[in-house]
């Protein structure tokens, strides 16, 4: 009979193309790991992965077999779930994404809120922008979502959870910092801008636009994955940003940056979740929390 272990075993091994690797994110030893691969090849006759130099990848029987296996995994995972419920949150799991200033700035108290609450409930976050944290939720890799983005999609539910500030920032030295910038001051400015899919450069884009400086008007130097990476580029090179006020502010405070004067609208923090998908207990519990 395969066991979960078995199957756990052979996913990692699969996403990661090596048994030592795969050992080392299960920590387990080596050979436990190919132990249990032999174990399976061994008991159904099948190669389920081909040796390639210090690598492997999966053959033929072990490509077909590994949807099958997550499928397996992803039931029992169910279940468990399940028995956590019935626990009444003594213990379980909940998996959170958030776009990168509301899991950066947002999220984290109210976690540490819920955690003293419910010490046995393991948490985990993961951070990217809005439209990585719609995919996560859509996929079912995470349970709920927290983003500062627009999502148009009719599988997932949003909710209006804070407003959010925006402002453009430069080093205080910067020629825009005195005084009110106009549309033609931003058009000669040089500028660095969060990456397309983020909720940030999508607020930004509508807010510009809707006060008549589209995107394609501004000279934009450089793009960043995040709010820190702009700030920091902004400061050493002497450009404009914008980010959320959350993220800017100790950077002001420590007088690097200055806010211009010069607003955008203001925008809305949104919890997604995915409509047919049971929710657990635990995200029902979190979701009462923000």
């Known amino acids: 009979m395969v066991t979960l272990e078995q199957l756990r075993i052979f996913v990692e091994v699969a996403e990661r193309g090596h048994m030592t690797r795969a050992a080392e994110a299960l920590h387990?030893?080596?050979?436990?790991?190919?132990?249990?691969?032999?174990?399976?090849?061994g008991r159904y006759g099948t190669r389920l992965f081909d040796r390639i130099g210090r690598g492997i990848v999966l053959s033929a029987a072990g490509a077909a077999f590994l949807p099958e296996a997550k499928a397996v995994l992803a039931q029992a995972q169910a279940a468990a779930g399940?028995?956590?419920d019935i626990a009444g949150l003594r213990r379980g799991a909940l998996v959170l994404a958030g776009s990168q200033t509301v899991a950066s700035y947002w999220l984290p108290g109210r976690m540490a809120r819920f955690a003293h609450a419910y010490p046995g409930v393991e948490l985990t976050l993961i951070a990217g922008n809005t439209a990585q944290v719609a995919e996560l939720v859509r996929a079912g890799a995470a349970d709920l979502g927290f983003v500062e983005g627009e999502v148009d999609d009719p599988a997932l539910l949003r909710s209006r959870m804070a407003v959010d500030h925006l402002g453009l920032y430069a080093p205080p030295t910067h020629p825009l910092a005195e005084g009110t910038p106009t549309l033609d001051d931003l058009r000669a400015a040089a500028w660095v801008l969060r990456e397309p899919g983020s909720g940030t450069r999508s607020h930004m884009e509508r807010g510009l636009a809707?006060?008549?400086?589209?995107?394609?008007?501004?000279q934009v130097l450089l793009e960043a994955p995040s709010n820190e990476a702009c700030l920091a580029a902004a400061v050493a090179g002497g450009l404009v940003t914008v980010v959320s006020d959350l993220a800017a502010r100790p950077h002001v405070g420590a007088g690097r940056v200055t806010r211009l004067a010069f607003e955008l609208p203001a925008r809305a923090f949104?919890?997604?979740?995915?409509?047919?998908?049971r929710r657990s207990r635990a995200a029902t519990a979190f979701m009462a929390f923000v």
């Open 270 to 277: 949104e919890l997604l979740v995915h409509r047919p998908r």
């Open 28 to 41: 387990l030893t080596q050979s436990a790991v190919s132990a249990a691969v032999a174990a399976l090849e």
């Open 210 to 218: 809707g006060a008549g400086l589209p995107l394609s008007e501004l």
């Open 82 to 84: 399940t028995l956590d």
